[in-house]
Nanobody, 123 residues
Framework: QVQLVESGGGLVQTGGSLTLSCTGS????????MGWFRQAPGKEREFVAR???????DYADSVKGRFAISRDNGKNTVYLQMNNLKPEDTAVYYC?????????????????WGQGTQVTVSS
């Protein structure tokens, strides 16, 4: 069974930092694009960041310069370093994986999804 499991969410004050991790199991994701999405209460899920198997990174405008995505193929893991967090970053963050390079970035779809981890930024 293929799974993506996120960790690292929590409560942080405005201006603080968190690092999310997502580890895959059941298959290798080294030739998949990996990404992060988020969904705030009452809002649609939105793209946050993605990294291709060659290391190309893309970010939503709202997080550019504050968030950084990285991956460790040996550990089947993708990370999201989040700095200078704002209350509007509060959401459930979902990890995703897709074999197509731009599916997540352009169409916000993915073959595999994690269960989500809550990030709450207090003002």
């Amino acid at each position: 069974q293929v799974q993506l499991v996120e960790s690292g969410g929590g409560l942080v004050q405005t201006g603080g930092s968190l690092t999310l991790s997502c580890t895959g199991s059941g298959r290798t994701f080294s030739n998949f694009a990996m990404g992060w999405f988020r969904q705030a209460p009452g809002k649609e899920r939105e793209f946050v960041a993605r990294i291709t198997w060659t290391g190309v990174r893309d970010y939503a405008d709202s997080v550019k310069g504050r968030f950084a995505i990285s991956r460790d193929n040996g550990k089947n893991t993708v990370y999201l370093q989040m700095n200078n967090l704002k209350p509007e970053d509060t959401a459930v963050y979902y990890c995703a994986a897709d074999p197509r390079e731009d599916a997540m970035r352009l169409h916000h779809v993915a073959v595999y999804w994690g269960q989500g981890t809550q990030v709450t930024v207090s003002s």
